[in-house]
């Protein structure tokens, strides 16, 4: 008996912990998917940058191969509905953000392999693609970070191009799309994004500083001089100049915190609203105090990054019900910034939908199939 147990224990000791729950952290599969990201050589890189440009030709068929692995956990990740990227608030602005450029790049070779997909008939598993694209996305987002929001926007862009032209010949595989769509994760707002910047960058950058003097007296100035590093705006450059103390610098990031709650109740009105209001609030922040400019993020141009990404969507939404029940539905659909419905325009083999919606003095548009305009 003895022996018998002797031989099952080292068995037991190398066996699988079978009870340990599987992992409910979609960060934790998209890293796996990050790290069997392959290895691409320059033309490979332009064959993801220009997924929906190059010819499907045995070089761009490589590509695909080589990413298999790589988009089979960005699946994985998405279908988990909690993502947590364990990011370390307490660096404050100098917080690192390594998974943005990956989730990119991870998102270009599954519109690239969408595309094949959808090219070679594969309606499903190309609708897939795209889906699993659009929840990747809205993990990006759900730090409150406005770069973190900018890549979000752009991989549901990605997505969204990715499925727009074969759209008109996915009838069969959109049954379940309403429902899908309506379950992504909700956008994050800018005002939420505000508060949290306020509260983990301003108030982390004082306590830096305050515990590199308290450390060493004289080395708040490290702290602050790293604020205006690689810079090469003249006037932000001599910003780290401009504090004489501990208490100065100190002073001039807290009276930052006011305008973050000035900025974060603008940035609650009305898109036409708050493009009135916020060209003053920028003259006179950048007057009342000189980190003003340097520091409060550009939040115009977040803004209309936000409404166009909402404007996309919502015309995507409205595309899938044109595909599934016929022109009449875009009557039944409503344009975030306007009074009614989506315009709606045929094409040769699709149909463009425009929306109120002004971007860079252009009106908003998706267009679906790849029909003549």
Known sequence: MRSLVALALPLALCAPAAAQAPSTNAAMKYWQAFGLLPALDKDQEKIAEEWSKVPLDAAAKKVIEQSHNSVEYLHRGAKLDRCDWTLDYEDGIWLVLPHLGKARTLARLAALTARSEFERGDAKAGWGHVMDM???????????????????????????????????????ALADAPAALDRLPAAMSLSKMLAAEQANFLRTTIRHLKAAEEKKPGSWQDVWKGLFAGDENPETRALADSAKSLDQAVQMVEGLIPLYDELAKLAALPPKEFDARYPEFVRKANADNPLAKAILPAVDKVGAAQRRAEARLAM?????????????????TKDPFGDGPFEYRALGNGFELKSKLMFRDQPVTLTVGKGEK
């Not at 997505?159 to 010949?169: E, F, N, S, V």
């Not at 995507?316 to 039944?332: I, M, T």
């Open 134 to 172: 659009l929840r990747l996305a809205r993990h990006v987002e759900v730090d409150p970070i406005m770069i973190n929001q900018l890549v979000g926007y752009a991989i549901e862009a990605t997505a969204i191009d990715a499925a727009a032209p074969h759209l008109p010949g996915l009838k069969d």
């Open 316 to 332: 995507f939404k409205a595309a899938v019900a044109v595909v599934r029940g016929g022109p009449d539905k875009v009557k039944e």
